[in-house]
């Protein structure tokens, strides 16, 4: 994001295509129209929220904040710990909860494609036909992934009346 970005719809497209979102509560955090603003979106997307609690304050948070995070458990974050290295037991535990609903891609990297399949001459050998109808015994496993199938669905228009 750079100097002239819309700040608002920078947001609202990261929301939406998180798959979990941590918030990293404070005083001032909590205090905030637009840390609020993203937190509602986030529980109105179904986005699981992970609360990381950086200073030491009331839990749940007073405000509008109280109804999302009241259901949630944090992370107390507010002891000193290794923070050049995460090396800690409260890091860890943030890496687990994350997991619960997305995979860390180790080392940075991207996840690779599987590369077409070659013939001995490098050629990218024809695919076999599939059979129609599998044996009991044997498993298929789903041709499209999940974010394919909704890119097929046709898209509903949302409307709205502002008076």
Not at 14 to 35: D, E, F, H, W
Not at 83 to 106: C, G, N, R, T, Y
Request: positive net charge; proline residues 12%; hydrophobic residues 25%.
């Amino acid at each position: 994001m750079g100097g002239g970005d819309p700040l608002y719809s920078k947001i609202d497209k990261g929301l939406r295509k998180a798959k979990v979102v941590i918030s990293c509560v404070t005083p001032k955090y909590s205090l905030s129209a637009n840390c609020r603003r993203e937190v509602s979106l986030s529980d109105a997307l179904r986005r699981p929220i992970i609360p990381i609690l950086l200073q030491q304050m009331e839990w749940p948070p007073e405000g509008p904040m109280s109804m999302t995070f009241t259901q949630l458990l944090y992370i107390d974050f507010t002891k000193e710990s290794n923070h050049e290295s995460f090396a800690d037991e409260k890091f860890d535990e943030l890496i687990a909860k994350i997991s619960e609903h997305s995979q860390p891609v180790k080392g940075g990297d991207t996840p690779a494609k599987p590369s077409a399949p070659e013939s001995v001459s490098g050629e990218p050998k024809p695919e076999e036909p599939k059979s129609k109808d599998p044996k009991p015994d044997q498993v298929q496993p789903p041709t499209e992934t999940l974010s394919e199938q909704k890119k097929q669905q046709p898209k509903r228009s949302k409307r709205c009346c502002v008076s």
